[in-house]
């Protein structure tokens, strides 16, 4: 019954270890990139904003 019990903590470790690494993996090869272009895009936008109204102050 030891056995049992040691093995069957190790399979409950290995299993959340297995999910919080594919999280982890699907956090940074499809999360992130869409939030750096979006934090792109949004620094673009600032930029060109700026630059139209003070192209048109005098």
């Known amino acids: 019954m030891n056995t049992f019990k040691k093995g069957f903590v190790f399979g409950l ?3 959340i270890g297995t999910v919080a690494g594919c999280l982890y993996a699907f ?7 869409i ?3 979006e934090a792109m895009v ?6 060109t904003l700026h630059k139209m109204h003070s192209a048109h102050q005098g």
């Open 27 to 33: 956090k940074k090869n499809v999360v992130d990139p």
């Open 13 to 15: 470790v290995t299993a």
């Open 35 to 37: 939030e750096a272009k």
């Open 42 to 47: 949004d620094d673009q936008k600032r930029r």
